[in-house]
Nanobody
Framework: QVQLVESGGGLVQAGASLRLFCAAS????????MGWFRQAPGKEREFVASISRSFAMTKYADSVKDRFTISRDNAKSTLYLQMNSLKPEDTAVYYCAADQSYGLAHANAGGYDYWGQGTQVTVSS
């Protein structure tokens, strides 16, 4: 089993930056791809970014490309999301996800096996 815990969210002004963290514990050796998803009030959960096990490939939603950067440190079992030039529309609960069987970055929420509890990101106008 794998447990994921997000941190780093907060309340910031538009244009500011935040760095999100996802700490994985348990059988972290089984983790392949990892990703970030977000859910705003009244909306469904949407894909943000994903990264392969080897760091060889990343995938981003068009809405965050060139602003957000996903990275991971497998030795530390930690996933990161650097968020720059934040906009009010980025306001959401951000969730970390881990896929235990597929190693390439992907946006299919149903393919991820483990999820964190989420961390709130609020961007004021």
């Amino acid at each position: 089993q794998v447990q994921l815990v997000e941190s780093g969210g907060g309340l910031v002004q538009a244009g500011a930056s935040l760095r999100l963290f996802c700490a994985a514990s348990g059988h972290t050796f089984s983790i392949a791809a990892m990703g970030w998803f977000r859910q705003a009030p009244g909306k469904e959960r949407e894909f943000v970014a994903s990264i392969s096990r080897s760091f060889a490939m990343t995938k981003y939603a068009d809405s965050v490309k060139d602003r957000f950067t996903i990275s991971r440190d497998n030795a530390k079992s930690t996933l990161y999301l650097q968020m720059n030039s934040l906009k009010p529309e980025d306001t959401a609960v951000y969730y970390c996800a881990a896929d235990q069987s597929y190693g390439l970055a992907h946006a299919n929420a149903g393919g991820y096996d483990y999820w964190g509890q989420g961390t709130q990101v609020t961007v004021s106008s």
